[in-house]
């Protein structure tokens, strides 16, 4: 079957004891060849398929290195990384500086997001998602995307 090439949907999921949450099940084929944890924008955690890592990777890579912004970019992307493998339930673990930098204590929102998934602590996804609900707000927010 032929992965979907927009992961979507939102997911409420507990984490652990071990700091362990679950993945949706229709966002797992897309992180079985391998997937990285990271930290994310908006102060979420990304969780990316290696392909959409190695992208991501290279194109960090091509940012000039004599940029200010590039290499805090960078650094921010590299030194909150790990490598992430599903165990046999499904689940990931989210190292506990992840977890302090993410918010998260004792449930996680897995969100589908284009390429990627992002982890929220729900507090946090409340408050951002309200934002969203404002349609005159969000209409004005995205003017200028082209869509």
């Known amino acids: 079957m032929a992965q979907a090439s927009f992961l979507t949907g939102e997911?409420?999921?507990?984490?652990?004891?071990?700091?362990?949450?679950?993945?949706?099940?229709r966002f797992r084929g897309r992180l079985a060849e391998g997937a990285t944890l990271s930290r994310w924008l908006d102060r979420c955690l990304g969780i990316f398929p290696a392909e959409e890592w190695n992208s991501l990777a290279e194109k960090i890579r091509a940012l000039p290195m004599t940029n200010p912004n590039a290499r805090e970019f960078a650094r921010f992307m590299s030194s909150g990384a790990v490598d992430a493998e599903l165990d046999r339930q499904g689940r990931v673990l989210v190292p506990q500086g992840l977890r302090a930098f993410a918010g998260l204590e004792n449930d996680a929102m897995v969100l589908g997001?284009?390429?990627h998934a992002e982890i929220w602590a729900p507090v946090r996804w409340d408050e951002y998602s309200q934002g969203l609900e404002d349609p005159s707000a969000f209409a004005a927010a995205i003017a200028g995307l082209g869509i």
Request: proline share 6%.
């Open 11 to 25: 997911y409420r999921h507990a984490l652990d004891d071990r700091g362990r949450v679950a993945i949706p099940s």
């Open 113 to 115: 997001s284009r390429d």
